[in-house]
Antibody, heavy 120, light 112 residues
Framework: QITLKESGPTLVKPTQTLTLTCTFSGFSLSTSGVGVGWIRQPPGKALEWLALIYWDDDKRYSPSLTSRLTITKDTSKNQVVLRMTGMDPVDTATYYC????????????WGQGTLVTVSS | DIQMTQSPSTLSASVGDRVTITCRASQSISSWLSSTWLAWYQQKPGKAPKILIYKASTLESGVPSRFSGSGSGTEFTLTISSLQPDDFATYYCQQYHSDPYTFGQGTKLEIK
């Protein structure tokens, strides 16, 4: 059974760096084809794809946010970490991590999401 | 980036209705391998999205057969053959042909 869960601060101040951790079980990020991505959703708005890391450490970022994002994995801990610098109130959103298999379903398993509010 | 445009943004319908949601990609998301990299998701308030359909027309395991997807290239549809009370939600399409794996803006399906 695949599960994912996001963790991190619920409140960050403008200009601070956000660090979110996705802890998963039921799969290994060292298995060929496996990836974990981050997606966010501002309140009442649409989903926005942020970043993705694959089993081979290939990393992909949203072009509009690439200068602010870093995604890393710790295969031994079954974790993926997303860092976002220069937080702004417009970054207030629910942040999700999700599992995918390259060339298959896209995001087939999602975490419950974590709401991050950016406010001074 | 590939832009995904859904229509309509809001759809009012009744239980038992047949409804169709359209998603258009700004460029083809079908590959020479004859696969089409499009997924449909259902999202209910306060919940994570749930995948319904992948590769444009393949129904995810456990998803009711009243849901179907079709299309290729740049034009896609999600059809619900007979709306059930549990189907009132927001639906998103997503292309995963090339990164960034963009989503449509969503279609909110409301009870008429």
């Amino acid at each position: 059974q695949i599960t994912l869960k996001e963790s991190g601060p619920t409140l960050v101040k403008p200009t601070q760096t956000l660090t979110l951790t996705c802890t998963f079980s039921g799969f290994s990020l060292s298995t060929s084809g496996v990836g974990v991505g981050w997606i966010r959703q501002p309140p009442g708005k649409a989903l926005e794809w942020l970043a993705l890391i694959y089993w081979d450490d290939d990393k992909r970022y949203s072009p509009s946010l690439t200068s602010r994002l870093t995604i890393t994995k710790d295969t031994s801990k079954n974790q993926v970490v997303l860092r976002m610098t220069g937080m702004d109130p417009v970054d207030t959103a629910t942040y999700y991590c999700a599992h995918l298999i390259y060339g298959d379903r896209s995001f087939d398993y999602w975490g419950q999401g974590t709401l991050v509010t950016v406010s001074s | 980036d590939i832009q995904m445009t859904q229509s309509p943004s809001t759809l009012s319908a009744s239980v038992g209705d047949r409804v169709t949601i359209t998603c258009r990609a700004s460029q083809s998301i079908s590959s020479w391998l004859s696969s089409t990299w499009l997924a449909w998701y259902q999202q209910k308030p306060g919940k994570a999205p749930k995948i319904l359909i992948y590769k444009a027309s393949t129904l995810e395991s456990g998803v009711p057969s009243r849901f179907s997807g079709s299309g290729s290239g740049t034009e896609f549809t999600l059809t619900i053959s007979s709306l059930q009370p549990d189907d009132f939600a927001t639906y998103y399409c997503q292309q995963y042909h090339s990164d960034p794996y963009t989503f449509g803006q969503g279609t909110k399906l409301e009870i008429k």
